[in-house]
């Protein structure tokens, strides 16, 4: 136990070589050059890059999948909320309000959607300017009396006259088809 002192000793040891040890010059100089500057060489500095680039887009890459991951979690845990809200406000009402038409859920919503849709393609495919033969060639009057005349185009009246007729009755036409 007392055998060792507990303090260490202050004194700098000195342990002389009794072989002498010789380096080239080159070797000193190589050393000293290094010593006295303190920036790194090219090439050490080039690889230090890489590896700092390489380490950047590694963590980069984890992020991104972690918040990807973050993410789906938010939209499953938004999702499961609003077929929890929708079963909820579904469940709590009469089966005679659902009959009247009103919207319960998602997939409701989207039948009634592609419903509509299928009306509107419908009525798009009906009102097609081929269907009405006389609208079309009224309107090819009026264009050609537009560029006959560039400057006195008042003097298309009866052509105007004639389109807004046929379109009229076009209109009529589409309507009683529609009933």
């Not at 849709?117 to 081929?130: C, E």
């Not at 269907?131 to 009396?145: I, Q, R, W």
């Not at 298309?156 to 009755?169: D, G, K, L, M, T």
Request: proline share 3%.
């Amino acid at each position: 136990m007392g055998a060792g002192q507990s303090k260490a000793d202050t004194e700098e040891k000195v342990f002389y070589n009794e072989t002498p040890i010789q380096f080239s010059q080159d070797v000193v100089n190589h050393l000293s050059d290094r010593s006295m500057s303190p920036d790194t060489s090219p090439e050490r500095q080039s690889t230090l890059d890489a590896h700092v680039r390489a380490r950047m887009q590694a963590e980069l890459e984890h992020l991104r999948a972690e918040e990807e991951s973050v993410q789906k979690e938010i939209e499953l845990a938004l999702e499961r909320e609003n077929i929890d809200r929708e079963m909820s406000s579904a469940g709590g009402e009469s089966s005679d309000e659902v009959a009247e038409g009103d919207v319960k859920n998602s997939m409701t919503l989207m039948g009634d959607l592609e419903e509509i849709r299928t009306k509107v393609d419908r009525f798009q495919a009906r009102r097609h300017l081929s269907d009405y033969p006389a609208v079309k060639e009224s309107g090819e009057t009026v264009v050609f009396c537009y560029k006959q005349n560039p400057t006195t185009p008042l003097d298309c009246w009866r052509e105007v006259r004639e389109f807004n007729a046929s379109v009229a009755q076009a209109e009529s036409q589409h309507l009683a088809s529609l009933r």
